[in-house]
């Protein structure tokens, strides 16, 4: 798929085909996170790949609106490893991109994903739950989950607010 038609066509994708999805897709959709840009080409990231129907149905079950966890292949839990390096907020805008990166490769082979949310720096329960049932270390941040299968729903192209919202030229 040319890459701007790949732009403009991925949605969030939250209904799932029983369908299984070959390994070599699975590693192809992690080496483009791997391929993202990331702040002093640190590469903070870490992927747990988690196909194991209880845990997916554990995940789903974190928070109100990751139920469809649950009725994917499998999930990709995007971590960041380099918590402790002075600009926190680089190492995750680092991780967001490996994140789109994915979304976007996912779309390409014909397979539907979510974004869905983990970190929240207000309130880390859901990360908490996250790392309990993953046994993440202490020291690693979640970012997100990407549940993955193949599509059971057709979504339309986006709406999208007008150049005139959302360009300023010159000056703000
Ligand atoms: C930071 C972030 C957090 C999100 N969290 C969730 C989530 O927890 N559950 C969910 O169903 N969708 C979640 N989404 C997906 C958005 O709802 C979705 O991207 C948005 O509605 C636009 O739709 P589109 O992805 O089809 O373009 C999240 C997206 C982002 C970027």
């Given at each position: 798929m040319n890459v701007l038609d790949c732009?403009?066509?991925r949605r969030s994708i939250?209904?799932?085909?029983?369908?299984?999805?070959?390994?070599?897709i699975i590693d192809k959709v992690i080496k483009c996170g791997q391929m993202a840009p990331s702040a002093h080409n640190t590469q903070p990231w870490a992927f747990v790949v988690v196909k194991d129907k209880k845990k997916l149905e554990k995940l789903s079950q974190t928070h109100q609106w990751a139920p469809f966890v649950k009725d994917a292949q499998l999930c990709i839990v995007?971590?960041?490893t380099?918590?402790?390096?002075?600009?926190?907020?680089?190492m995750h805008m680092s991780v967001a991109c490996a994140a789109q990166n994915m979304?976007?490769?996912?779309?390409?082979?014909?397979l539907g994903s979510c974004w869905t949310y983990v970190h929240d720096l207000k309130d880390s329960s859901v990360e908490q739950k996250v790392k309990k049932i993953l046994e993440i270390p202490?020291?690693?941040d979640v970012?997100?989950?990407?549940?993955?299968?193949?599509?059971?729903?057709?979504?339309?192209?986006?709406?999208?607010?007008?150049?005139?919202?959302?360009?300023?030229?010159?000056?703000?």
């Open positions: 732009i403009k066509t939250r209904k799932y085909k029983d369908k299984p999805i070959p390994q070599d995007l971590c960041c380099k918590t402790q390096e002075i600009n926190k907020s680089a979304l976007l490769a996912i779309h390409n082979f014909e202490k020291d690693i970012i997100c989950m990407l549940p993955i299968g193949y599509p059971d729903q057709t979504r339309s192209e986006k709406e999208i607010k007008s150049k005139e919202e959302v360009v300023h030229n010159e000056k703000w």
